[in-house]
Protein backbone atom coordinates (compact mmCIF):
# COMPACT_ATOMS: atom_id res chain seq x y z
CA UNK A 1 0.00 0.00 0.00
CA UNK A 2 1.99 3.20 -1.62
CA UNK A 3 1.58 6.55 0.26
CA UNK A 4 2.21 10.18 -1.92
CA UNK A 5 4.88 11.94 -1.19
CA UNK A 6 4.07 15.61 -0.70
CA UNK A 7 5.75 18.47 1.25
CA UNK A 8 4.09 21.63 3.02
CA UNK A 9 2.80 24.03 0.81
CA UNK A 10 1.06 21.31 -1.72
CA UNK A 11 -2.17 22.33 -3.36
CA UNK A 12 -4.51 19.57 -2.72
CA UNK A 13 -7.40 19.77 -5.61
CA UNK A 14 -5.88 23.29 -6.47
CA UNK A 15 -6.57 25.41 -3.60
CA UNK A 16 -6.15 23.42 -0.27
CA UNK A 17 -2.75 23.92 1.20
CA UNK A 18 -0.74 22.04 2.98
CA UNK A 19 0.99 23.39 6.10
CA UNK A 20 2.24 20.98 8.58
CA UNK A 21 1.69 17.29 9.94
CA UNK A 22 -0.78 17.45 12.66
CA UNK A 23 -0.35 13.55 13.15
CA UNK A 24 0.53 10.51 12.02
CA UNK A 25 -0.95 6.75 12.15
CA UNK A 26 -0.27 3.67 10.02
CA UNK A 27 -1.43 4.75 6.61
CA UNK A 28 -2.90 8.50 7.51
CA UNK A 29 -1.08 11.58 7.52
CA UNK A 30 -3.50 14.87 8.97
CA UNK A 31 -2.42 18.06 7.78
CA UNK A 32 -3.41 21.46 9.00
CA UNK A 33 -4.25 23.66 6.22
CA UNK A 34 -5.96 26.35 4.27
CA UNK A 35 -8.40 27.29 1.50
CA UNK A 36 -6.28 29.47 -0.63
CA UNK A 37 -9.31 31.18 -2.06
CA UNK A 38 -11.10 31.90 1.19
CA UNK A 39 -8.09 32.09 3.62
CA UNK A 40 -10.46 29.58 6.16
CA UNK A 41 -8.22 27.05 8.20
CA UNK A 42 -9.17 23.49 7.36
CA UNK A 43 -7.90 19.84 8.19
CA UNK A 44 -6.68 17.48 5.30
CA UNK A 45 -6.40 13.86 5.67
CA UNK A 46 -3.88 12.03 3.23
CA UNK A 47 -4.81 8.19 3.47
CA UNK A 48 -2.69 5.83 1.01
CA UNK A 49 -4.11 3.94 -1.50
CA UNK A 50 -3.19 -0.02 -2.82
CA UNK A 51 -2.91 1.53 -6.23
CA UNK A 52 -4.68 3.91 -8.41
CA UNK A 53 -7.96 3.88 -9.05
CA UNK A 54 -10.21 4.46 -12.37
CA UNK A 55 -11.40 7.58 -12.37
CA UNK A 56 -15.02 6.76 -12.36
CA UNK A 57 -13.96 4.20 -8.73
CA UNK A 58 -12.49 7.32 -7.73
CA UNK A 59 -15.47 9.51 -8.34
CA UNK A 60 -17.83 6.85 -6.34
CA UNK A 61 -15.03 6.52 -3.48
CA UNK A 62 -15.13 10.48 -2.65
CA UNK A 63 -18.57 11.09 -3.42
CA UNK A 64 -19.75 8.25 -0.66
CA UNK A 65 -16.78 9.77 1.70
CA UNK A 66 -18.95 13.45 1.63
CA UNK A 67 -21.92 11.78 1.37
CA UNK A 68 -21.50 9.62 4.56
CA UNK A 69 -19.92 12.05 6.54
CA UNK A 70 -22.53 14.66 5.68
CA UNK A 71 -25.46 12.25 6.71
CA UNK A 72 -23.94 11.86 10.14
CA UNK A 73 -23.26 15.38 10.07
CA UNK A 74 -26.49 16.45 10.24
CA UNK A 75 -27.54 13.98 13.01
CA UNK A 76 -24.66 15.24 15.74
CA UNK A 77 -23.44 18.72 14.16
CA UNK A 78 -21.07 19.62 16.78
CA UNK A 79 -19.68 15.84 16.99
CA UNK A 80 -18.74 14.91 13.46
CA UNK A 81 -16.21 16.91 11.31
CA UNK A 82 -17.90 18.52 8.15
CA UNK A 83 -16.21 17.24 4.98
CA UNK A 84 -15.98 20.30 2.45
CA UNK A 85 -13.96 18.32 -0.65
CA UNK A 86 -12.91 14.88 -1.05
CA UNK A 87 -10.38 14.50 -4.11
CA UNK A 88 -7.99 11.43 -5.03
CA UNK A 89 -4.84 12.46 -6.09
CA UNK A 90 -0.95 11.34 -6.15
CA UNK A 91 -2.36 7.54 -5.17
CA UNK A 92 -4.28 8.61 -2.03
CA UNK A 93 -7.42 9.58 -0.89
CA UNK A 94 -7.42 13.43 0.32
CA UNK A 95 -10.10 14.53 2.49
CA UNK A 96 -10.51 18.28 3.65
CA UNK A 97 -12.50 18.85 6.90
CA UNK A 98 -13.46 22.25 8.56
CA UNK A 99 -10.76 22.95 11.54
CA UNK A 100 -12.74 21.55 14.71
CA UNK A 101 -10.67 22.90 17.44
CA UNK A 102 -9.50 19.76 19.11
CA UNK A 103 -6.76 17.56 19.47
CA UNK A 104 -6.08 14.02 18.02
CA UNK A 105 -6.74 11.83 20.27
CA UNK A 106 -3.65 9.88 19.59
CA UNK A 107 -1.61 12.82 20.18
CA UNK A 108 -2.65 12.54 23.73
CA UNK A 109 -2.62 9.03 24.22
CA UNK A 110 1.27 9.74 22.97
CA UNK A 111 2.01 12.90 24.94
CA UNK A 112 0.21 11.89 28.28
CA UNK A 113 -0.15 8.41 28.62
CA UNK A 114 -3.03 6.50 30.43
CA UNK A 115 -6.34 8.11 30.98
CA UNK A 116 -8.08 8.08 34.20
CA UNK A 117 -11.60 5.88 34.42
CA UNK A 118 -13.86 8.86 34.47
CA UNK A 119 -11.91 10.63 31.99
CA UNK A 120 -11.55 7.98 29.48
CA UNK A 121 -15.25 7.01 30.59
CA UNK A 122 -16.82 10.53 29.41
CA UNK A 123 -14.80 10.18 25.90
CA UNK A 124 -16.30 6.73 25.45
CA UNK A 125 -19.42 8.45 26.45
CA UNK A 126 -18.99 10.99 23.83
CA UNK A 127 -18.17 8.24 20.84
CA UNK A 128 -20.87 5.65 22.25
CA UNK A 129 -23.68 8.64 21.29
CA UNK A 130 -21.85 9.55 17.75
CA UNK A 131 -21.56 5.39 16.62
CA UNK A 132 -25.18 5.44 17.87
CA UNK A 133 -26.39 8.31 15.64
CA UNK A 134 -24.82 6.65 12.41
CA UNK A 135 -25.36 2.76 13.27
CA UNK A 136 -29.38 3.89 13.30
CA UNK A 137 -28.92 5.31 9.80
CA UNK A 138 -27.20 1.73 8.82
CA UNK A 139 -23.52 3.49 9.26
CA UNK A 140 -20.88 1.71 10.02
CA UNK A 141 -17.63 3.65 10.56
CA UNK A 142 -15.42 0.84 9.92
CA UNK A 143 -11.99 3.22 10.35
CA UNK A 144 -12.37 4.25 13.76
CA UNK A 145 -9.15 4.80 15.97
CA UNK A 146 -7.67 7.17 18.17
CA UNK A 147 -6.29 9.28 15.24
CA UNK A 148 -9.94 9.91 13.78
CA UNK A 149 -11.30 11.51 17.26
CA UNK A 150 -10.64 15.21 18.17
CA UNK A 151 -10.42 15.91 22.08
CA UNK A 152 -11.59 19.33 22.64
CA UNK A 153 -10.25 21.24 25.94
CA UNK A 154 -14.21 21.22 27.41
CA UNK A 155 -13.88 17.56 27.42
CA UNK A 156 -16.22 17.08 23.87
CA UNK A 157 -14.81 14.83 20.66
CA UNK A 158 -15.54 15.39 17.41
CA UNK A 159 -15.35 12.55 15.11
CA UNK A 160 -14.00 12.03 11.70
CA UNK A 161 -13.64 9.58 8.85
CA UNK A 162 -16.96 8.67 8.00
CA UNK A 163 -17.00 6.75 4.81
CA UNK A 164 -13.59 5.29 4.61
CA UNK A 165 -15.11 1.84 4.97
CA UNK A 166 -14.94 -0.10 1.89
CA UNK A 167 -13.69 2.37 -0.19
CA UNK A 168 -11.64 0.17 -2.00
CA UNK A 169 -10.95 -3.56 -1.03
CA UNK A 170 -8.17 -3.38 1.51
CA UNK A 171 -9.93 -5.03 4.73
CA UNK A 172 -8.28 -1.73 6.51
CA UNK A 173 -7.17 1.49 4.92
CA UNK A 174 -5.97 3.19 8.14
CA UNK A 175 -4.43 2.07 11.94
CA UNK A 176 -4.96 -1.71 11.03
CA UNK A 177 -3.84 -2.48 15.03
CA UNK A 178 -7.94 -0.71 15.67
CA UNK A 179 -9.16 -3.01 13.13
CA UNK A 180 -11.76 -5.55 14.52
CA UNK A 181 -11.26 -9.34 14.13
CA UNK A 182 -13.59 -9.61 11.09
CA UNK A 183 -12.09 -6.92 9.31
CA UNK A 184 -8.71 -8.82 10.11
CA UNK A 185 -10.56 -11.99 8.07
CA UNK A 186 -11.46 -9.54 5.54
CA UNK A 187 -15.16 -10.36 6.42
CA UNK A 188 -17.92 -8.19 5.62
CA UNK A 189 -19.04 -5.95 8.99
CA UNK A 190 -21.14 -4.04 10.51
CA UNK A 191 -21.94 -2.04 13.90
CA UNK A 192 -20.39 -4.63 16.11
CA UNK A 193 -17.20 -3.99 14.18
CA UNK A 194 -17.22 -0.06 15.82
CA UNK A 195 -17.73 -1.61 19.00
CA UNK A 196 -14.49 -3.70 18.88
CA UNK A 197 -12.65 -0.41 18.32
CA UNK A 198 -14.51 1.30 20.79
CA UNK A 199 -12.98 -0.93 23.61
CA UNK A 200 -9.81 -0.73 21.78
CA UNK A 201 -10.17 2.56 22.56
CA UNK A 202 -11.20 2.92 25.85
CA UNK A 203 -8.22 -0.07 26.20
CA UNK A 204 -5.68 2.45 25.00
CA UNK A 205 -6.90 4.97 27.13
CA UNK A 206 -6.91 3.21 30.44
CA UNK A 207 -3.74 0.62 29.98
CA UNK A 208 -2.08 3.95 27.94
CA UNK A 209 -0.95 1.22 25.33
CA UNK A 210 -2.81 -0.60 22.45
CA UNK A 211 -4.73 -3.59 23.15
CA UNK A 212 -3.14 -4.72 19.53
CA UNK A 213 0.48 -3.06 18.55
CA UNK A 214 1.27 -1.97 15.29
CA UNK A 215 3.39 -5.27 13.92
CA UNK A 216 5.19 -2.88 11.01
CA UNK A 217 2.81 -3.95 8.26
CA UNK A 218 -0.69 -4.11 7.28
CA UNK A 219 -1.06 -8.08 7.56
CA UNK A 220 1.16 -8.78 10.15
CA UNK A 221 -0.05 -6.17 12.41
CA UNK A 222 -4.34 -7.83 11.48
CA UNK A 223 -2.87 -11.08 11.94
CA UNK A 224 -2.08 -10.12 14.97
CA UNK A 225 -5.23 -9.06 15.84
CA UNK A 226 -7.11 -11.85 14.29
CA UNK A 227 -4.59 -14.47 16.19
CA UNK A 228 -3.21 -12.81 19.77
CA UNK A 229 -4.56 -13.25 23.11
CA UNK A 230 -5.57 -9.74 24.34
CA UNK A 231 -3.42 -9.02 27.02
CA UNK A 232 -5.84 -8.60 30.61
CA UNK A 233 -6.15 -5.02 31.31
CA UNK A 234 -4.61 -4.26 35.12
CA UNK A 235 -5.04 -0.69 35.01
CA UNK A 236 -8.72 -0.51 33.49
CA UNK A 237 -10.61 -0.92 37.29
CA UNK A 238 -14.15 -0.63 36.84
CA UNK A 239 -13.67 -0.20 33.11
CA UNK A 240 -12.48 -3.75 32.74
CA UNK A 241 -15.94 -5.38 32.21
CA UNK A 242 -16.71 -3.09 29.56
CA UNK A 243 -13.41 -3.39 28.02
CA UNK A 244 -13.28 -6.83 27.94
CA UNK A 245 -16.88 -7.10 27.41
CA UNK A 246 -16.68 -5.03 23.95
CA UNK A 247 -13.09 -6.79 22.90
CA UNK A 248 -14.75 -10.35 22.35
CA UNK A 249 -13.44 -12.11 18.94
CA UNK A 250 -17.20 -13.57 18.55
CA UNK A 251 -19.23 -10.13 17.32
CA UNK A 252 -22.21 -11.81 18.50
CA UNK A 253 -20.93 -11.59 22.00
CA UNK A 254 -19.67 -8.11 22.00
CA UNK A 255 -21.76 -5.63 24.54
CA UNK A 256 -24.57 -4.13 23.19
CA UNK A 257 -24.49 0.08 23.20
CA UNK A 258 -27.27 0.19 26.40
CA UNK A 259 -25.14 -1.76 28.04
CA UNK A 260 -21.75 0.20 27.68
CA UNK A 261 -23.62 3.59 28.26
CA UNK A 262 -24.89 1.72 31.73
CA UNK A 263 -21.27 0.52 32.62
CA UNK A 264 -19.93 4.52 31.53
CA UNK A 265 -22.51 6.62 33.49
CA UNK A 266 -21.91 4.34 36.50
CA UNK A 267 -17.94 4.69 36.51
CA UNK A 268 -18.83 8.70 36.30
CA UNK A 269 -21.19 8.61 38.83
CA UNK A 270 -18.94 6.77 41.37
CA UNK A 271 -15.89 9.52 40.77
CA UNK A 272 -16.48 12.30 42.76
CA UNK A 273 -14.82 14.50 40.59
CA UNK A 274 -16.10 13.67 37.10
CA UNK A 275 -18.34 16.30 36.88
CA UNK A 276 -22.14 16.05 35.42
CA UNK A 277 -22.64 13.31 32.43
CA UNK A 278 -23.26 15.32 29.23
CA UNK A 279 -26.91 15.61 29.33
CA UNK A 280 -28.29 13.35 26.76
CA UNK A 281 -27.17 11.04 29.11
CA UNK A 282 -28.62 12.95 32.60
CA UNK A 283 -31.69 11.11 32.47
CA UNK A 284 -29.86 7.64 32.98
CA UNK A 285 -28.55 8.43 36.14
CA UNK A 286 -32.38 8.56 37.44
CA UNK A 287 -32.64 4.70 37.77
CA UNK A 288 -32.00 5.14 41.86
CA UNK A 289 -34.62 3.66 43.13
CA UNK A 290 -36.42 1.07 40.91
CA UNK A 291 -36.47 -2.27 39.74
CA UNK A 292 -34.72 -3.34 37.06
CA UNK A 293 -36.08 -3.44 33.39
CA UNK A 294 -34.77 -5.53 30.53
CA UNK A 295 -35.35 -4.48 27.13
CA UNK A 296 -33.46 -3.51 24.03
CA UNK A 297 -33.77 -0.29 26.19
CA UNK A 298 -32.15 0.47 29.74
CA UNK A 299 -30.62 2.45 32.34
CA UNK A 300 -29.54 0.81 35.12
CA UNK A 301 -30.98 0.58 39.23
CA UNK A 302 -28.44 -1.48 39.90
CA UNK A 303 -25.85 0.19 37.56
CA UNK A 304 -22.88 -1.52 38.62
CA UNK A 305 -24.25 -4.92 38.12
CA UNK A 306 -25.87 -4.53 34.54
CA UNK A 307 -22.13 -4.92 33.05
CA UNK A 308 -21.50 -7.39 35.19
CA UNK A 309 -24.32 -9.66 33.95
CA UNK A 310 -24.07 -8.15 30.45
CA UNK A 311 -20.71 -9.46 30.17
CA UNK A 312 -21.44 -13.27 31.68
CA UNK A 313 -24.64 -13.38 29.25
CA UNK A 314 -22.22 -12.45 26.55
CA UNK A 315 -20.06 -15.52 27.51
CA UNK A 316 -22.85 -17.35 26.35
CA UNK A 317 -23.64 -15.84 23.03
CA UNK A 318 -25.89 -13.07 24.30
CA UNK A 319 -25.85 -9.47 23.63
CA UNK A 320 -27.06 -7.10 26.25
CA UNK A 321 -28.93 -4.36 25.27
CA UNK A 322 -30.68 -2.23 22.46
CA UNK A 323 -26.88 -2.96 21.02
CA UNK A 324 -25.44 -4.87 17.93
CA UNK A 325 -26.05 -8.89 18.28
CA UNK A 326 -25.88 -11.56 15.71
CA UNK A 327 -28.43 -13.70 14.19
CA UNK A 328 -29.70 -16.17 16.44
CA UNK A 329 -27.98 -15.05 19.32
CA UNK A 330 -30.25 -11.91 19.69
CA UNK A 331 -30.95 -10.85 23.04
CA UNK A 332 -33.22 -7.97 24.25
CA UNK A 333 -30.87 -4.91 25.73
CA UNK A 334 -30.14 -5.35 29.52
CA UNK A 335 -32.74 -3.65 31.81
CA UNK A 336 -31.57 -1.80 34.57
CA UNK A 337 -33.38 -0.68 37.42
CA UNK A 338 -37.01 -1.66 36.52
CA UNK A 339 -39.68 -0.58 38.56
CA UNK A 340 -43.42 -2.65 38.29
CA UNK A 341 -44.69 -1.63 35.41
CA UNK A 342 -48.90 -0.97 34.65
CA UNK A 343 -49.87 -3.90 32.94
CA UNK A 344 -50.03 -2.71 28.71
CA UNK A 345 -52.20 -3.51 26.29
CA UNK A 346 -53.31 -6.24 26.02
CA UNK A 347 -53.19 -6.63 29.78
CA UNK A 348 -51.06 -9.17 31.11
CA UNK A 349 -51.87 -13.02 30.36
CA UNK A 350 -54.71 -14.46 32.38
CA UNK A 351 -52.45 -17.72 33.78
CA UNK A 352 -54.07 -20.58 31.92
CA UNK A 353 -54.85 -23.96 33.58
CA UNK A 354 -52.27 -26.11 34.87
CA UNK A 355 -50.26 -23.00 35.21
CA UNK A 356 -52.87 -20.79 37.62
CA UNK A 357 -50.92 -19.04 41.06
CA UNK A 358 -51.78 -20.24 44.22
CA UNK A 359 -54.00 -17.99 46.50
CA UNK A 360 -51.65 -18.86 49.29
CA UNK A 361 -48.33 -17.53 47.65
CA UNK A 362 -46.55 -21.49 47.45
CA UNK A 363 -46.54 -21.01 43.76
CA UNK A 364 -48.57 -23.01 40.94
CA UNK A 365 -47.78 -26.79 39.72
CA UNK A 366 -44.99 -26.58 37.72
CA UNK A 367 -46.01 -26.77 33.95
CA UNK A 368 -44.79 -29.97 31.41
CA UNK A 369 -41.83 -28.88 30.13
CA UNK A 370 -40.86 -27.03 32.79
CA UNK A 371 -38.67 -27.38 36.19
CA UNK A 372 -38.76 -25.06 39.39
CA UNK A 373 -35.46 -23.78 39.94
CA UNK A 374 -34.73 -22.47 43.70
CA UNK A 375 -32.14 -19.51 43.72
CA UNK A 376 -29.84 -18.90 46.46
CA UNK A 377 -31.39 -15.77 47.05
CA UNK A 378 -34.61 -16.55 48.26
CA UNK A 379 -36.79 -16.82 45.25
CA UNK A 380 -38.14 -19.60 42.74
CA UNK A 381 -39.36 -19.81 39.54
CA UNK A 382 -40.46 -22.48 36.94
CA UNK A 383 -38.00 -22.61 33.40
CA UNK A 384 -38.24 -24.36 30.65
CA UNK A 385 -36.25 -27.45 30.89
CA UNK A 386 -33.08 -26.45 29.00
CA UNK A 387 -32.81 -22.90 30.26
CA UNK A 388 -30.20 -21.86 32.72
CA UNK A 389 -29.05 -19.14 34.74
CA UNK A 390 -26.99 -16.27 32.74
CA UNK A 391 -25.38 -14.40 35.49
CA UNK A 392 -26.59 -12.62 38.28
CA UNK A 393 -25.52 -8.70 38.81
CA UNK A 394 -25.58 -7.23 42.69
CA UNK A 395 -25.34 -3.65 43.77
CA UNK A 396 -23.75 -3.09 47.19
CA UNK A 397 -27.33 -2.12 48.87
CA UNK A 398 -28.11 -5.95 48.64
CA UNK A 399 -30.21 -5.01 44.61
CA UNK A 400 -29.48 -7.67 42.86
CA UNK A 401 -30.65 -9.11 39.26
CA UNK A 402 -30.51 -12.58 37.71
CA UNK A 403 -31.03 -13.05 33.84
CA UNK A 404 -32.32 -16.88 32.53
CA UNK A 405 -32.27 -17.75 29.34
CA UNK A 406 -30.47 -20.74 26.64
CA UNK A 407 -27.64 -20.29 24.23
CA UNK A 408 -29.46 -20.17 20.84
CA UNK A 409 -32.26 -18.71 22.24
CA UNK A 410 -33.30 -14.61 21.64
CA UNK A 411 -35.88 -14.91 24.67
CA UNK A 412 -34.74 -13.69 28.39
CA UNK A 413 -36.35 -13.45 31.68
CA UNK A 414 -34.51 -11.29 33.98
CA UNK A 415 -35.96 -11.03 38.11
CA UNK A 416 -34.64 -7.92 40.31
CA UNK A 417 -34.99 -7.26 43.75
CA UNK A 418 -34.48 -3.83 45.30
CA UNK A 419 -34.66 -2.76 48.65
CA UNK A 420 -35.05 1.48 47.49
CA UNK A 421 -38.98 1.03 45.24
CA UNK A 422 -40.99 3.72 45.64
CA UNK A 423 -44.18 3.43 47.55
CA UNK A 424 -46.26 3.40 43.84
CA UNK A 425 -45.28 0.95 41.66
CA UNK A 426 -47.59 2.65 38.84
CA UNK A 427 -44.74 5.67 39.68
CA UNK A 428 -41.88 3.52 39.83
CA UNK A 429 -42.54 2.45 36.07
CA UNK A 430 -43.37 6.16 34.78
CA UNK A 431 -41.10 8.50 36.68
CA UNK A 432 -38.13 5.79 37.46
CA UNK A 433 -37.80 4.10 34.70
CA UNK A 434 -39.60 5.07 31.34
CA UNK A 435 -37.62 8.47 31.00
CA UNK A 436 -34.49 6.32 30.55
CA UNK A 437 -36.19 4.09 27.96
CA UNK A 438 -37.38 7.04 25.95
CA UNK A 439 -33.30 7.87 25.12
CA UNK A 440 -33.50 4.34 22.86
CA UNK A 441 -34.06 3.51 19.54
CA UNK A 442 -38.05 2.97 18.43
CA UNK A 443 -38.81 3.05 22.19
CA UNK A 444 -42.71 3.00 22.33
CA UNK A 445 -44.87 1.96 25.36
CA UNK A 446 -48.03 -0.87 24.31
CA UNK A 447 -50.98 0.37 26.08
CA UNK A 448 -51.00 1.88 29.74
CA UNK A 449 -49.31 1.38 32.92
CA UNK A 450 -51.86 -0.58 34.82
CA UNK A 451 -52.03 -0.81 38.44
CA UNK A 452 -52.60 -4.38 39.41
CA UNK A 453 -52.23 -6.92 42.37
CA UNK A 454 -50.05 -10.17 42.49
CA UNK A 455 -49.99 -12.67 44.56
CA UNK A 456 -51.96 -9.90 47.16
CA UNK A 457 -49.74 -7.46 47.10
CA UNK A 458 -49.27 -3.93 45.02
CA UNK A 459 -48.12 -4.53 41.67
CA UNK A 460 -47.98 -2.65 38.15
CA UNK A 461 -47.52 -4.14 34.75
CA UNK A 462 -46.05 -2.37 31.33
CA UNK A 463 -44.38 -2.90 27.86
CA UNK A 464 -43.01 -1.87 25.53
CA UNK A 465 -40.76 -1.85 22.26
CA UNK A 466 -37.68 -1.26 20.99
CA UNK A 467 -34.99 -1.40 18.61
CA UNK A 468 -32.70 -4.14 19.36
CA UNK A 469 -29.69 -3.60 16.45
CA UNK A 470 -32.82 -3.23 13.94
CA UNK A 471 -34.53 -6.36 15.58
CA UNK A 472 -37.66 -5.15 16.97
CA UNK A 473 -37.88 -6.31 20.11
CA UNK A 474 -41.14 -6.51 22.79
CA UNK A 475 -40.93 -6.93 26.78
CA UNK A 476 -43.46 -6.87 29.58
CA UNK A 477 -42.75 -6.20 33.06
CA UNK A 478 -44.34 -6.77 36.38
CA UNK A 479 -42.93 -5.31 39.51
CA UNK A 480 -44.72 -5.62 42.71
CA UNK A 481 -44.15 -4.19 46.06
CA UNK A 482 -42.90 -6.46 49.18
CA UNK A 483 -43.37 -3.94 51.71
CA UNK A 484 -40.48 -1.58 53.43
CA UNK A 485 -38.89 -0.61 50.11
CA UNK A 486 -38.41 -4.11 49.08
CA UNK A 487 -39.56 -5.67 45.61
CA UNK A 488 -38.96 -7.91 42.72
CA UNK A 489 -39.72 -7.27 38.92
CA UNK A 490 -39.77 -9.91 36.26
CA UNK A 491 -38.99 -8.61 32.86
CA UNK A 492 -39.72 -11.12 29.72
CA UNK A 493 -38.15 -10.26 26.70
CA UNK A 494 -38.75 -11.67 22.98
CA UNK A 495 -38.50 -10.28 19.20
CA UNK A 496 -41.55 -8.30 18.67
CA UNK A 497 -42.74 -10.94 15.77
CA UNK A 498 -43.06 -13.85 18.16
CA UNK A 499 -44.38 -12.21 20.62
CA UNK A 500 -47.96 -13.97 20.35
CA UNK A 501 -46.42 -17.28 19.55
CA UNK A 502 -48.70 -19.91 22.02
CA UNK A 503 -44.98 -20.95 23.36
CA UNK A 504 -43.81 -17.83 24.83
CA UNK A 505 -47.39 -16.89 25.66
CA UNK A 506 -47.34 -20.15 28.07
CA UNK A 507 -43.77 -19.35 28.84
CA UNK A 508 -45.02 -16.27 30.19
CA UNK A 509 -47.75 -17.37 32.15
CA UNK A 510 -45.45 -19.90 33.57
CA UNK A 511 -43.24 -17.34 35.16
CA UNK A 512 -46.39 -15.46 36.23
CA UNK A 513 -47.82 -18.49 38.10
CA UNK A 514 -44.93 -20.22 39.50
CA UNK A 515 -42.57 -17.40 40.50
CA UNK A 516 -42.41 -17.03 44.60
CA UNK A 517 -40.36 -15.62 47.29
CA UNK A 518 -39.06 -18.75 49.10
CA UNK A 519 -40.45 -18.45 53.04
CA UNK A 520 -42.44 -14.86 51.87
Same mark, same amino acid.
Given at each position: ?141 ? *? ?9 ? *? ?97 ? *? ?203 ? *? ?62
Amino acid at each position: MGRAHVSAHHLVAGRHRLLEVVHRETNRVCWSGEDTGTGRPCLVTQVGLPEDPPDESARRMTGRVVRTCETVRLLRPDRVAAVVDAVVEHGALWTVTERVGGTPLSELLAERGAFTHARAARVGLELLDVLEAAHGQGITHG *ELSPGQVFVRE *EGSVVVAGFGLAGATLAPRLTAPSYASPEQARDERIGPTADLWTLGAILYAMVEGRPAFRDRGGLEATLKGVDRLPLLTPVRAGPLTPVVQGLLRRNSR *ERLSRPVVREALLQVLSEDPDAGTPPAPRAAARRAGRGWNRRTAVSVTAVAAATVTVAVLAAAHGLSGTGGDTGAGTRQRPSSPAAPPAGTAAPPSPAPRPGATPSPSGSGAAVPAGFRRYRAPEGFSVALPGNWRRLGTSRAPDGSYRAVFGAVGDPRTLAVTYSERAGADPVAVWRDEVEPGLERWSGYRRVGGIRATTYRGR *EAADMEWLAEDDGVRVRTFGRGFLLGGGRSFSLRWTTPAADWDDAANERALTAFLATFREEGG
